[in-house]
């Protein structure tokens, strides 16, 4: 095992070498899948899938600390994750609360949390708001929670509170049907005022995007991993920066 570690260790530290900083990305997207599949592997509860994955977020977002990511969005509860049985959603529900107390009490990262929140019930929302909020004045990398996120419903969410705004205004559907543009509709995202992301990291070995980041992930780069999120290791983060850094991006151009 030691030896495996050393191994490790020098590996991930060349990949680090050869990484220039103008070569990484500012803002990192993150599916983190197979948590479930992990649990069933591993013969625990479901929870303790839930629990694994919770536990890899941590160490995730100090490898993006390390190579000064400056944004992460972190998918940890889908829409259609709302489905699920309800005695899974409470277990789900009390990881997230969990893992994004933890995250505000190390002051390291200011947090936001994203998503449909009327979806949710109104105890998870306040604390998750009442943990993001005590991270307000932390100056370091932004983490977005996205928490009963679908991209579907955030581009609706952004069109109504597009037309409630221009509604407050005195604007005519006329008048907005010829002033309307793209940047009207960013304007109103969950991530209005952050960069796109330049690098979506899937795990699970699922090549699909599932409704993330649907409006922000027009020119993003994909990383498809076959670990599940549980096993997802610093050497295979490094590889997906080392594909990334790699890529000619072009922007659609």
């Known amino acids: 095992m030691r030896l495996r570690e050393f191994v490790y260790g020098a590996y991930e530290r060349r990949l680090v070498a050869k990484l220039a900083p103008d070569q990484l990305p ?12 992990w649990a069933r592997g591993a ?3 479901v929870h303790g899938g839930y629990q694994a994955g919770a536990d890899k977020i941590i160490d995730f977002l100090s490898w993006c ?3 000064d990511v400056e944004v992460v969005t972190l998918w940890l509860l889908s829409t259609d994750n709302l489905e699920r049985p309800q005695s899974e959603l409470v277990e789900l529900l009390d990881v997230i609360e ?3 107390d933890a995250l505000a009490a190390q002051q ?9 929140l009327d979806l949710l019930p109104t105890p998870t929302v306040s604390r998750l708001k009442s943990a993001a909020d005590s991270t307000r004045d932390v100056r370091g990398m932004t983490v977005n929670a996205a928490v009963g996120y679908g991209g579907r419903h955030e581009l609706a969410d952004a069109v109504r509170a597009l037309l409630h705004d221009h509604a407050s205004k005195g604007t005519t559907i006329e008048e907005l049907a010829e002033l309307l543009d793209v940047e009207h509709i960013a304007e109103h995202l969950y991530t209005k005022g952050q960069p796109d992301p330049d690098l979506v990291i899937r ?9 993330f980041l649907l409006w922000q992930s027009v020119h993003s780069e994909f990383y498809f991993c076959e670990a599940l999120w549980p096993d997802f ?3 295979d ?3 997906a920066i080392r594909s990334y850094a790699a890529r000619e991006r072009r922007f659609g151009r």
């Open 237 to 239: 983060f490094l590889r």
């Open 65 to 67: 600390d390390e190579l």
């Open 203 to 211: 795990t699970s070995g699922e090549q699909r995007l599932g409704g």
């Open 43 to 45: 013969g625990t509860e």
């Open 26 to 37: 500012k803002h990192v997207g993150a599916i983190v899948d197979g948590n479930r599949r």
């Open 108 to 116: 390291q990262w200011r947090i936001q949390v994203l998503g449909a």
């Open 233 to 235: 290791r610093r050497v």
């Open 98 to 100: 969990d893992l994004v």
